[in-house]
């Protein structure tokens, strides 16, 4: 993204995950979401005198998971740190983190862009670390607080935090990539990515580098927005960021480096501190845990439980046929990327299989606020009505009906059609009388179509549906209408 001055944006991101583990990163507390204040919580975790940590070894095995699937090369050997500062939600005043020696470095993940382009953005680091607990202000924001609440529940959850290169170059594209980020997690179990519970959130770091610039990323003024908790907000963080470091620019001024957080009220990033160095943490290694040693069978084993991920499932989907488009929808997810196998699986045409499963079953399960996952019409029982469709029992108005009550009641294709009597009407015998009646009542229709207007025939295809409630065979009255009314026009 180059500005009409000419500067060009720089984006890096740091996402940090809650792994999805039974019980903290250090000790035995559980890390389910929603206890009351401060009750899931011990000596260790409240970082009191004497209390040990105590690894937890699922979270290796998952960050090891999350690093094969970004590309990374994961560590055979790697070591927790300290890093000291001092926060109310943080008990010990130190965070157990990884530093110097991460469990993972080097990957990438392959962002699709507009116009069939491809964004390689570079990962430069996967560490392990602990969570700090949560603050709850009193107002209508941090920025207007009247007084705060400390939460300890959530300190010591075990996090991983993904640090990519600054290769982004658009808050447009930290979207996409964010996406793609969460759509490869979501393959891999290793998170349940909720972000309004705050198990994934961003760090965004921007800067402007003017043109002329010769110099290396790092030497720019970076400004890093802390604790962005949704998509949708990073771009709006970064797209405020943007403008205040254009105005500050062409005002003559210089941009410094500090920390800022969003404001979700007034859309705009407010200052916090001066950006600390890693000197300012004062990192040491953390002297109450070893070195941690990870079996290299351990990592062949997370490797080859890898699933199909994302970009290769929409380069699959698109070798079927499937629109691009189409292919990203589905791909997106994992239950979408099930129910989609599913209903190929049980025969389903391909092209109707996308139409219904894209378009109305997706509307449904909008409006419930429900996954494929969770759709009471499962694939078979979809595959079932496009069926009925691709054999002309049903219409495609007919159809919908169908679907709608299948949903509410959890009835097959099959009963729902019995009970309702709603099957196509095809004979030709049937459907030529239905015809010969409109005609005779839409005289005025039919001398618009002889006139040249097209729509009129649209108009008298939806007589002879409603004439027949519906159960007509559009194809078969569209093909008598224009027949018939060749015919007439002959005489």
């Known amino acids: ?37 401060n009750t899931a919580v011990c000596p260790v975790c409240l970082g009191l005198p004497g209390a040990l940590p105590q690894l937890n070894r699922e979270v290796v095995r998952l960050a090891a998971r999350a690093g094969l699937a970004l590309g990374c090369t994961v560590r055979t050997r790697s070591r927790f740190d300290r890093k000291n500062y001092f926060y109310p939600d943080l008990p010990k005043g130190y965070q157990i983190t990884q530093y110097e020696h991460p469990i993972c470095e080097w990957g990438a993940l392959d962002v699709p862009l507009a116009d069939e382009r491809v964004r390689h953005v570079q990962i430069r680091r996967i560490h392990i670390e602990e969570e700090a607990g949560k603050l709850m202000h009193e107002g209508d924001s941090l920025w207007q ?25 658009s808050p447009d ?21 909720r ?104 990592i062949e084993e997370e490797r080859e439980r890898l699933p ?10 698109r070798e079927r046929g499937l629109a691009p488009k189409d292919a990203a929808v589905i791909a997106a997810e994992p239950a979408a990327a ?47 009505l496009l069926a009925l469709i691709a054999g002309g029992t049903l219409s495609g108005r007919m159809a919908k009906e169908v679907l709608d009550k299948m949903f509410e009641t959890g009835q097959s294709a099959a009963i729902v059609v019995a009970e309702a009597g709603l099957t196509q009407i095809s004979d030709q015998d049937i459907l030529a009388e239905a015809v010969g009646r409109v005609l005779a009542a839409h005289a005025a229709a039919v001398a618009d179509y002889r ?14 549906m409603k004439a027949t409630r519906g159960q007509a065979s559009p194809d078969v009255v569209n093909r008598l209408l224009r027949e018939r009314l060749a015919a007439d026009a002959a005489v």
């Open 1 to 37: 993204m180059i500005l009409d001055n000419g500067a060009e944006v720089i984006i890096g991101l740091e996402v940090h995950v809650e792994l999805a583990t039974r019980t903290k990163l250090f000790c035995a507390c559980p890390s389910a979401f929603g206890a009351p204040p």
């Open 145 to 169: 607080a009247r007084g705060s609440l400390v939460d300890l529940n959530r300190a010591g959850l075990p996090l991983i935090e993904i640090v990519t290169e600054p290769d982004l170059r």
């Open 173 to 193: 594209e930290a979207r996409l990539f964010l996406r793609e980020l969460v759509s490869t997690l979501s393959y891999l179990d290793v998170s349940d990515l």
């Open 195 to 298: 972000m309004e519970e705050g198990s994934i959130r961003c760090d965004a770091n921007l800067s402007l580098k003017p043109p002329g610039f010769t110099g290396v990323l790092e030497e720019l003024a970076r400004v890093e927005v802390k604790n962005v908790n949704s998509i949708r907000n990073v771009v709006a963080a970064l797209e405020s960021e943007v403008r205040r470091q254009r105005a500050v620019l062409d005002a003559g001024g210089r941009v410094v480096r500090e920390t800022r957080g969003f404001d979700e009220v007034t859309g705009s990033t407010l200052p916090q501190r001066s950006k600390e160095a890693a000197n300012d943490y004062r990192y040491f290694p953390e002297p109450d845990l070893p070195w941690l040693s990870v079996d290299p069978a351990v």
């Open 308 to 317: 199909q991920l994302p970009g290769a499932r929409r380069r699959q989907l």
């Open 338 to 384: 099930r129910y989609f196998a599913g209903l190929t699986d049980q025969g389903a045409d391909t092209r109707l299989a996308v139409t219904w499963m894209l378009g109305d079953l997706a509307r449904l399960l909008n409006e419930t606020r429900r996954g494929y996952d969770e759709s009471p019409v499962g694939p078979a029982a979809l595959a079932e």
């Open 451 to 464: 006139a040249g207007k097209a729509q009129a025939l649209g108009f008298l295809v939806g007589q002879v």
